[in-house]
């Protein structure tokens, strides 16, 4: 049977070498190339790169893998290998057994992530952050979220269908994935388009396809990991993150299902400390989700993405958003395939977070009688400075460093102040990002 917008062998091929040649990610050799290749389907979808913008919506990892000559049984044994060292880990933490690095069975960092190797967690919140992490996908879970936060996000899951019942219904991935099907799903179980919603495949007839149910802008994973470090703490953010790379390694497994979604169940059974609630779960997910006004402004980076390492900085979008949670210096790089910088996204995420209800939770009652009586002056910032909004860059930097402050006032010559400037915004102009940041 011929499949149409399947792309050609040596189309994948060039591909690949494309990618190798400009990438590098923050992870082994071996676990780039694995992520490499599933990479390689999203691009021929798209037409990026040596596609050279044709679009073939049907291709699938299974195709990339046999185009590039690999045995498809090892690529699939070596990514449920990484899957197998998180929940190694899951198991280990739940015996209660003190584990306090994200590193395998063999002394090796989960993922190839080399920072693993030194950084200790709390393997309790690693697996609140997985729990957390394997629901916000749930499409279930996600319309609960929606009809609580009046909201739209969307969402969809995938299934094994059948190629030829596919062509006869004059369907294609492209239709499959982008258009909303919710009403249609037990239609399509019925003519015998899904066949499963997990198992075994053969891709001699079958394909594993996610199929969209509602539309909606969907959610940004690297939002989920930042809001999830924010809400909770880094640990948490990290299992959160470790449950977005089951989702995407599942993708092309041994056995085709919700790994991510089965792990958060079994926590949810075995954990007796887990102390996240339905509620929490909601709250991720609403936080996690994309504004429909603002879809383009708003990350939503592949795993290999946020292990991409920037050229410039060497640093990785996951490693900065980590340090962003843990309020370091962060570095100014273009997230995902939007290329949006990162600093930027993290203004979006202070934004949101104004009226988070836990946020609104910390406070006044842990503070002392003595501190309860403070004026707000004795506590507030002073290491700030007034400047005219007229001042050129050459004086605005000249005032950074003989004032040494984190922020200056920008004021008119009536002295009514119109706006801030900090240095992070300063750099990100003269870097030729375009114009400052200074908020007005």
């Not at 291709?59 to 990339?64: A, I, N, S």
């Not at 729990?131 to 739209?152: F, S, V």
Request: proline share 4%; net charge negative.
């Amino acid at each position: 049977m011929y499949l149409h917008s399947v792309a050609p062998k040596e189309l994948i091929q060039a591909d690949y070498e494309v990618l190798k040649s400009y990438e590098h990610l923050d992870t082994t050799p071996e676990i780039e190339d694995l992520l490499f290749i599933q990479s390689l389907e999203g691009r021929a979808h798209n037409g990026a790169g040596a596609f050279n913008k044709r679009n073939y919506v049907n291709t699938t990892v299974d195709d990339v893998v046999k185009a590039l000559e690999r045995d498809p049984e090892d690529i699939k044994a070596g990514r449920q290998a990484i899957i197998d060292d998180v929940l190694d880990f899951t198991a280990v933490a739940m015996d209660g057994e003190k584990r306090e690095k994200l590193l395998n069975k063999h002394g090796e960092p989960i993922l190839g992530i080399s920072i693993f190797k030194d950084r200790r967690v709390n393997p309790r919140d690693v697996l609140r952050g997985l729990y957390l992490g394997g629901l916000r996908d749930n499409p279930d879970i996600r319309q609960e979220a929606e009809n609580l936060y009046r909201m739209k996000i969307g969402g969809g899951r995938c299934y094994i269908i059948d190629t030829q019942t596919m062509l006869d219904m004059n369907l294609d991935g492209e239709i499959l994935a982008h258009e909303a099907h919710e009403h249609e799903i037990e239609e399509y179980k019925k003519r015998g388009l899904i066949v499963a919603v997990e198992g075994t495949l053969d891709p001699r007839h079958q394909r594993y396809f996610y199929i969209r149910h509602r539309i909606g802008p969907g959610q940004s994973d690297d939002a989920a990991f930042i809001m999830a470090g924010i809400l909770y703490n880094a640990d948490v953010a990290l299992g959160v993150f470790l449950a977005d790379a089951i989702d995407t390694l599942e993708k092309y497994a041994p056995l085709y299902r919700d790994q991510d979604g089965g792990l958060s169940f079994q926590i949810a059974r075995g954990f007796k400390e887990l102390n996240i609630s339905m509620e929490d779960v909601y709250e991720l997910v609403s936080l996690a989700s994309i504004p429909e006004a603002e879809e383009f402004m708003v990350p939503d980076s592949s795993l290999r993405y946020l292990l991409s390492l920037d050229q410039r900085s060497q640093s990785s979008a996951f490693r900065t958003h980590l340090d962003f949670i843990e309020g370091r210096p962060v570095v100014p790089l273009p997230v995902s395939f939007k290329r949006i910088l990162s600093t930027q996204f993290y203004e979006f995420i202070n934004r949101r977070l104004i009226n988070v209800r836990k946020l609104e939770k910390l406070a006044v009652p842990n503070l002392t009688v003595k501190e309860r009586d403070l004026s707000i002056a004795e506590i507030a910032k002073k290491d700030f400075a007034v400047i005219s909004k007229e001042a050129t860059v050459a004086e605005v930097v000249k005032k950074f460093k003989e004032t040494k402050c984190e922020v200056l006032i920008l004021q008119d010559k009536n002295h009514k102040v119109v706006g801030t400037l900090t240095p992070s915004d300063l750099l990100h102009f003269l870097d030729g990002h375009g114009e400052s940041n200074a908020r007005t």
